[in-house]
Structure formats: C-alpha cells, structure tokens
C-alpha cells in the first residue's frame, strides 16, 4: 500500500472520528465527570465532589439491586426463550414448505416495529377490562392477571419473545443457508437420522452463529426500556424495574444526575464486556476455518 | 461413527406404508407450526387495524366483533391533531441524520475495506460505539442541549441519534464495499482517476445497493428510536414514537387515536423493511456472517 493511500484512509476517516469524539467521547467524559459530583437539577449551583461515593452507594441501594436482578432475569428470560423459538421457526423455514417466501416475509414484521407501539399494542390486547386475550380466556373459566405481581416481568418477556424472535430467526436461517451440504450429504449416506444430524452436526456447525445472535440481542435487550415505559412504569412495586428504567427514573423523574450517571456507567462497564465477546466471536468467524 | 446398517433397520421394522404416513404427519406439524406462528405475528396488527375502526364506545366491550365501522379515529387524527406534524418530525429527524450519517460513514467504511486504516482497533470502535447504551449518554446530552438551547426540539433528537446510526452506518457499508471488486477503481485509476476520484464516481455508484440498505435501515432504526426522543423532546417537537405513548396515560386512553398512530408509524416502515431484509445479516454482522 502506498504512501499515498495511507494519508488518504486516514483523511477518509477522521470525519466519522470526528463526529464520534464529539457525539460519544465527549458526553462519555461527561457522564464519568457527573458520576463524581452530587449533581442535581434542582440544585446546579452546588455541584459537589463526592469522589467514588455514589458508585459505593449503589452497592447498598436495594432498588438498584432489585433492578439489576430483574434486568438479569429479563434478559436470560427473553433471550433463551427467543433462542428456542427462533432455532424452531428457523429450522422450519429452512425446509421446504409452501408458501415459504410468505411464511418468511411475515415472521420478520415484527422486528421493524417501532417498541413503544408493541408495548401499547400488548398493554391494550393483555388489558383485564379492555383486552381481547383476558376476554377469551374468561370464556374458558382462566383468570390471568397479565401484569399484576407474579406474571407482569414474564409478560414482559413474552412481549419481548414477539418482537424479538425474528432477530434470531433471520441470522439463523442466514446460518443454515451458508452451511456446506456435503458433511449432511454424507451424513445421510451414512443412513444418521435427522434428529442425529441437527445433534451433531447442525447445531456445532451453527455455533459461531447462534454465538453471535445470541450476543446481540443480549446487548439490546439490557437496554429495555419502551416496553416498561408503555405498560408497567416499573410496577407493580419494583417487579418490572430494570436497570435502564431505574436510570430514567432516579436521573429524570427524582434529578438525582450525579447518582443516575453512577449507574450509567456501570451498566456500560457490563455491556462493554459484551461487546469484546461479540467482536472476538465475529472476528474469528470472518478468519477462514 | 454412524451405523450403515440403520436405514435397513428401519425399513425392516416399519413398512413403507408407515413411513409414508410418517412423513405426512410431519409435513402437516411443519406448516401447522408456521401457521401458528404467522398468525401469531398478524393478530395484535389485525386487532389494532380493528380498533382503528371501532367507535369509542364499542372499544369497552373487546369480545364484540360485530360493529358498525367508523373513520372518525382516522379523521381526528390525521385532520384535527398534531400528529401530522409529529410524523413529520420523525421524517425529518430520520432524514437529516442518516444523510449526515452516510456522509460521514461511507468514506470511513471505504478506508477501512480497502487500506485498513486503523486496523482493528477502528473496527472495534465502530461496533463499540454503535452498541453503548444510550443511559450512558443521555445525561450529558439533556445537559449539553440545555446549555446550547437545543432542549426540546428535534435538532437536539438528530444529533443524539447520530451516536448509533452513524457507527451503524459505517459497520454496515465495511462488508458492501468489500463486495465491490478492486479492479473496478484500479482501471479508472489506470485510465487518469486520482484514488479519491475513483471513489467517488466509480465505486459510490457502484455501492448504491448498499448505501440505499444501510441508509434505509438507520432510518427505520431513527424512526423507531424513543429513548432520546422522550428526553430531548417534547411539545411539537415530539416525534412518532412520543407522540404514541401520549395516547395512553395516567390522565386517560384514546384507544382509537392510538390504533390509528401506531398503523400510521409502522406501515411505512414495515414497506421500507422489505428493501432491507436481504442485507441485513451481512450488514448487522459486518461482513462476518454470509446471508
């Protein structure tokens, strides 16, 4: 590569640094600068340093402890239970059947669905007065209150589960499309049956794939937030407060910023760690195997 | 590792006739289990496109099936409220910060798939930047557009959502421009080009299914986006995804007006989806994984 070419990739980068530095490395600082004062709204005129207080606060605020406990089990919850479905329904496309095209374009709607709309949609088909799905399972003598205390963070997940399977569906179908044909081929041959092949052979094969999707949605969903916001409010009590809706809820609705911005980073710090995995996983991915 | 003798096995211990009907059996589950599923997808549309259409009064009573269809919802909203004004900001918001997005990205993403520049440690930037919380951001950014006075108008919503669209942009067009064959700009280069200009009239043309994929993507991704929307935003400067949840609060429900926002905010992006779908593994994967 010459001289040339060099000085001209880094002229065609510094843009998007530019942009980067200003719209993430600056507000980043920022947020780590808040996160050491006692920064309120409602007092700007007497930001204090208070060091590392804030983060050690955290360790003993049970609310903060209640949100991240019910961010963990959101997140395992939703994901696994998007994994299961998504793996079928991928599987299930990847075989031929009619109208195959139709099947696809349809289970992939929901993913480009704006959150706050699907929150509202299940608020208002789940509602106990209101809703269609109470109303016909009443027909059947079953009472299910959707978003009371013991089923409202499971609801969430499955209203997660409907936006979100299409995810995993289409990276694995993109997966199962790329797989060589001659190891199942030979498989076949060898008279394995077809739950031994998805056993041995689909799913190691799959792995790096499942990896990554895994991953990504594991990202997004840690920053839930629309669903809580349309339905529960962090109700009832504290059983649907996550991490990202305690944020909102501490920095936006009580101005407590400095201790919001604690938060904040910590949850970075988490994802951060995610992020390396997911490179590392697409990286090796991309090397030929 | 696997017995050869099994299929003989099988055909032995179950007659043809058996294994037939096996077949069938789970052909019939294979397309029951997709029909389940899509009619699991369309009902809430379905049942929200009915509510669109219900009288107030007719909404209490969620079992009904049978009512007279109204297009007063439709009217109110799109004649006698803000709310196209509210679409319209989504529109803009969308616009302005994808096109900055792809002005800034695709000279990035052309760097880096033809010289490496910033090798690894760019990439992992890239996919960093795009995937940090927007918690980590939003405190400093209510803060940064109330000191410039950019608090609660769409500006202050563009700039916030140019923190992922732009990386996600870049991350994207990495795998389309490493599609595009390098002989391409080394003729125009042998034909008189400088490099700069082979890129921007050999391979940018060349690139537009990409570009038009990726600028498409962010902008559903802008135009679903509410966390920054909410904060940075409000009275007419709200967009779509805002303007949405205001139709349902401790102060009341419209469900009708509601029904009507969400198909009036999800249908064009659900058209515009249909363009992306194809490249979307690749984009989302940077190139790593083959759809």
Same mark, same amino acid.
């Given at each position: 590569m010459s001289r040339q070419d060099r000085a001209l990739g880094r002229r065609m980068v510094i843009p998007l640094l530019g942009v980067l530095l200003l719209v993430q490395g600056y507000?980043?600082?920022?947020?780590?600068?808040?996160?050491?004062?006692?920064?309120?709204?409602?007092?700007?005129?007497?930001?204090?340093?208070?060091?590392?207080?804030?983060?050690?606060?955290?360790?003993?605020?049970?609310?903060?402890?209640?949100?991240v406990r019910?961010?963990?089990?959101?997140?395992?919850?939703?994901?696994?239970?998007?994994?299961?479905?998504?793996?079928?329904?991928?599987?299930?496309?990847?075989?031929?059947?009619?109208?195959?095209?139709?099947?696809r374009a349809i289970l992939l709607t929901p993913m480009f669905v704006t959150p706050i709309a699907v929150g509202l949609m299940f608020r208002f088909l789940l509602n106990s007065q209101l809703g269609i799905v109470p109303t016909a399972l009443r027909a059947l003598h079953v009472e299910i209150d959707w978003f009371g205390p013991d089923l409202a963070l499971f609801s969430l997940i499955l209203i997660d589960a409907w936006q979100w399977t299409p995810m995993m569906i289409l990276f694995l179908l993109a997966g199962l499309e790329a797989l060589p044909t001659e190891p199942f081929e030979?498989?076949?041959?060898?008279?394995?049956?077809?739950?031994?092949?998805l056993r041995h052979l689909t799913i190691p094969m799959l792995r790096p794939v499942i990896l990554a999707a895994v991953l990504i949605r594991m990202l997004d969903a840690f920053r839930v937030f629309e669903y809580i916001y349309a339905i529960t409010r962090g109700g009832p009590g504290e059983r649907t407060e996550t991490i990202l809706f305690h944020i909102y809820r501490v920095g936006f609705l009580y101005f407590r910023l400095g201790e919001a911005a604690a938060m904040a980073i910590v949850l970075g710090a988490i994802i951060f760690i995610l992020i390396v995995l997911l490179f590392y996983i697409l990286r090796r991915q991309e090397a030929p195997a | 590792?696997?017995?050869?003798?099994?299929?003989?096995?099988? !055909?032995? !211990?179950?007659?043809?006739?058996g294994l037939a009907a096996q077949r069938v059996l789970s052909r019939g589950l294979h397309f029951g289990l997709l029909l389940v599923a899509a009619a699991g997808v369309l009902f809430p549309f379905l049942w929200i496109f009915l509510a669109s259409l219900k009288p107030p009064a007719e909404l209490a009573r969620p079992a009904l099936l049978g009512f007279w269809p109204t297009g007063a919802n439709w009217a109110e909203v799109w004649l006698s409220s803000p709310f196209p004004r509210y679409f319209l900001n989504s529109v803009v918001v969308g616009t302005v910060t994808v096109i900055f997005a792809l002005w800034v990205g695709a000279p990035a993403a052309y760097a880096f798939s033809r010289f490496r520049t910033g090798g690894t440690a760019l990439r992992?930037?890239?996919?960093?930047?795009? !995937?940090?919380?927007?918690?980590?951001?939003?405190?400093?950014?209510?803060?940064m557009a109330y000191y410039t006075g950019l608090l609660d108008t769409i500006w202050a919503v563009a700039v916030a959502h140019l923190t992922f669209i732009a990386p996600l942009v870049t991350w994207f067009l990495i795998s389309f421009f490493e599609d595009i064959p390098r002989d391409l700009e080394e003729q125009a280069m042998v034909d008189g080009c400088t490099r700069w200009q082979a890129f921007r009239h050999i391979v940018l043309p060349a690139a537009r299914p990409g570009l038009s994929a990726a600028g498409l993507f962010a902008f559903v991704m802008s135009w679903n986006e509410m966390f920054y929307a909410l904060m940075l935003a409000g009275g007419h400067s709200k967009t779509l995804p805002v303007a949405i949840a205001g139709y349902w609060t401790f102060r009341g429900v419209e469900l009708g007006k509601m029904s009507v926002a969400i198909i009036a905010a999800v249908v064009p992006m659900l058209i515009l989806s249909f363009f992306v779908q194809r490249f979307l593994v690749r984009g989302l994967g940077g190139g790593a994984i083959k759809g």
């Open positions: 507000p980043l600082a920022f947020a780590a600068w808040i996160s050491f004062h006692d920064y309120r709204l409602t007092a700007l005129h007497e930001i204090q340093w208070v060091g590392l207080a804030q983060y050690r606060g955290l360790l003993d605020n049970p609310s903060y402890w209640t949100a019910n961010t963990l089990i959101f997140v395992s919850g939703a994901v696994g239970l998007e994994l299961a479905l998504g793996f079928l329904l991928a599987y299930a496309l990847y075989r031929p059947v009619a109208i195959q095209n139709a099947f030979a498989a076949r041959v060898d008279g394995a049956s077809e739950l031994q092949i | 590792m696997i017995g050869v003798s099994r299929p003989l096995a099988r !055909m032995l !211990m179950i007659p043809r006739k992992f930037l890239i996919l960093a930047a795009q !995937m940090m919380p927007p918690a980590l951001f939003i405190i400093p950014f209510f803060l």
